[in-house]
């Protein structure tokens, strides 16, 4: 089944906004108001009133059990049928009712050789590259500084995503 840009960029920005929102929600209160007044109902109620909720709760029980991994996997897949669209019709942007997509060039940035990239650290006191990771937006920084050439040790990888923007 093709699939529309509209379609793509609709179910992209619901699927992103769920996303923020539950992770808003887990990181900041935990059970809702609305989880709370259904543990309060499964508390106290009779059997009419426990059957009578009984669909919501089942709703709210597969959405926590729903892993944020399948989410993100699908948001994945729209970047990617955004990605081929873009390209078989030459667009440079989606636009849609529901939002845009569009091309960000990125960098993945990663240590190649470890031993070089220490010394440089080391001897040119470049201790802000240093992170758990190599810090992408210091080596940008550094590559504009220095006609594109990444730090001693450093590959810099380029892609491309594709970024969506609600209207």
Do not use: C
């Not at 030459?90 to 091309?103: D, I, R, V």
């Amino acid at each position: 089944m093709a699939y529309t840009a509209d379609q793509i960029v609709k179910k992209y920005i619901e699927l992103r906004d769920y996303v923020a929102a539950r992770m808003k929600e887990f990181n900041e209160t935990g059970a809702t108001a609305g989880d709370a007044a259904l543990i309060d109902t499964l508390r106290n109620a009779n059997m009419v009133e426990i059957v009578n909720v009984a669909p919501m709760i089942a709703d709210r029980l597969e959405q926590l059990l729903t892993p944020m991994k399948v989410y993100k996997e699908g948001m994945e897949l729209l970047e990617g049928l955004a990605a081929v669209i873009l390209k078989d019709t030459k667009q440079t942007a989606l636009n849609t009712e529901f939002g845009t997509a569009f091309p960000v060039r990125k960098n993945r940035t990663t240590v190649a050789e470890p031993e070089k990239f220490q010394t440089w650290v080391r001897e040119t006191q470049a201790w802000h590259f240093l992170t758990n990771h190599v810090s992408t937006e210091a080596v940008d920084d550094w590559m504009e500084k220095n006609e594109g050439v990444p730090p001693p040790g450093v590959s810099v990888e380029g892609y491309t995503r594709i970024q969506f923007r609600k209207v």
